[in-house]
Structures are given as structure tokens and as C-alpha cells.
């Protein structure tokens, strides 16, 4: 089993920075990969950002590129996201998500099989 407890959201100003964290319990993640959603109320749930823990790949949704980073400790077993010049339109609950395939589908949801109980952010304009 494997449990991830996200830290890290709250309220700030529209151009502010928030570090979100996610730390990892219960295996190794040596061999995963963990990504950022997040839902806004009535949306769907969307890609953010994923790293490979093997080789450190980092993926980005097009809507925070350039704006946000995704950063891994590996004696840690956590992973971070860096959100800097937010926007109203970041408001929404962010969900850390593990995957314990090496998929191609990194974007996808349905390529995670472990979640965290989400942390609420918002950005106020």
C-alpha cells in the first residue's frame, strides 16, 4: 500500500508562489512516476506536471509551462511543484498521484494508481 500526503496549499495574491509537496509513503519509489492534478470546482480533473523518478523527466501542461516546476528528493520520497506567477484561474484543488507503470500516458489519470486526499489552492485576484 502506499499513502501520499500533499502539503503546502492556501490562499495567495494573484503573481505570488506556493510550493506544494507531496511526500510518499509505504514503497520505494524508485521506479515511479508522480504527477500534479487538479480540479476546479465544476471542471474536470487535469494534468499539471509529472516526473519520471528514473531519469527525472518533467512534463508540463501547456496552461503552467514556464511557470511551474516539478522537483523530486529521493531520500525524501518526495516530489514538489514550484508554482510561481499564479493566476485566479490556478484556483482549484491539487491531487498528487503516483504511477507504478512506466507508461507513455504520463498526462493521463488513468496512468496513476495511487492518489493523495488533495490540497486546496487559491489565487485571488
Known amino acids: 500500500q502506499v499513502q501520499l500526503v500533499e502539503s503546502g496549499g492556501g490562499l495567495v495574491q494573484a503573481g505570488g508562489s506556493l510550493r506544494l509537496s507531496c511526500a510518499a509513503s509505504g514503497r520505494t519509489f524508485s521506479s515511479y512516476a508522480m504527477g500534479w492534478f487538479r480540479q476546479a470546482p465544476g471542471k474536470e480533473r487535469e494534468f499539471v506536471a509529472a516526473?519520471?523518478?528514473?531519469?527525472?523527466?518533467?512534463y508540463f501542461a501547456d496552461s503552467v509551462k514556464g511557470r511551474f516546476t516539478i522537483s523530486r528528493d529521493n531520500a525524501k520520497n518526495t516530489v514538489y511543484l514550484q508554482m510561481n506567477s499564479l493566476k485566479s484561474e490556478d484556483t482549484a484543488v491539487y491531487y498528487c498521484?503516483?504511477?507504478?507503470?512506466?507508461?507513455?500516458?504520463?498526462?493521463?489519470?488513468?496512468?496513476?494508481?495511487?492518489w493523495g486526499q488533495g490540497t486546496q489552492v487559491t489565487v485571488s485576484s
Open positions: 516526473i519520471r523518478w528514473r531519469g527525472g523527466s518533467t
Open positions: 498521484a503516483a504511477s507504478t507503470s512506466d507508461s507513455y500516458y504520463i498526462r493521463s489519470a488513468g496512468t496513476y494508481n495511487y
